[in-house]
């Protein structure tokens, strides 16, 4: 089953990296290394700062577009990964062990490879 971990970030949680950002990658590193030779790592990529995101509604069929995401957020997508694996308690795990877990939240989704008819 796939899974798609959402990273999760806010500013303190960015203060956080940039204050340790050698660990940190490190720690990224290990964990994508150790998901690539297992076969569990299927994709991921990070996602440009929230500054540079655009949130569409359609209401009574107008678009509405307005810079950033919902204002009240203080936590944003920050990127995401997607894995293979047997269980979501394995998918968990794998997200338990990404930095963003303590420094901000994942969340973990299974995806859907087929839509029901």
Same mark, same amino acid.
Do not use: H
């Given at each position: 089953?796939?899974?798609?971990?959402? =990273?999760? /970030?806010?500013? *303190? /949680?960015?203060?956080? &990296? #940039?204050? /340790?950002?050698?660990?940190?990658?490190?720690?990224? +590193?290990?964990?994508?290394?150790?998901?690539?030779?297992?076969?569990?790592?299927?994709? !991921?990529?990070?996602? *440009?700062?929230?500054?540079? /995101?655009?949130?569409?509604?359609?209401?009574? !069929?107008?678009?509405?577009?307005?810079? !950033?995401?919902? &204002?009240?957020?203080? $936590?944003?997508?920050? !990127?995401?990964? &997607?894995?293979?694996? +047997?269980?979501?308690?394995? *998918?968990? $795990? =794998? #997200?338990?062990?990404?930095? +963003?877990?303590?420094?901000? *939240?994942?969340?973990?989704?299974? =995806? =859907?490879?087929?839509?029901?008819?």
């Amino acid at each position: 089953m796939k899974y798609m971990l959402l =990273i999760y /970030s806010n500013p *303190a /949680s960015q203060e956080a &990296i #940039a204050g /340790s950002v050698d660990e940190v990658m490190t720690e990224v +590193d290990a964990l994508m290394k150790e998901l690539s030779e297992s076969g569990e790592l299927a994709g !991921g990529q990070a996602l *440009a700062g929230p500054e540079t /995101s655009r949130t569409v509604r359609v209401r009574d !069929g107008v678009p509405a577009v307005t810079d !950033g995401p919902f &204002i009240e957020a203080k $936590e944003y997508l920050a !990127g995401y990964l &997607i894995v293979e694996c +047997d269980s979501v308690e394995r *998918a968990t $795990e =794998i #997200a338990a062990r990404w930095p +963003d877990a303590r420094l901000c *939240a994942m969340e973990v989704r299974p =995806i =859907i490879d087929e839509v029901p008819e």
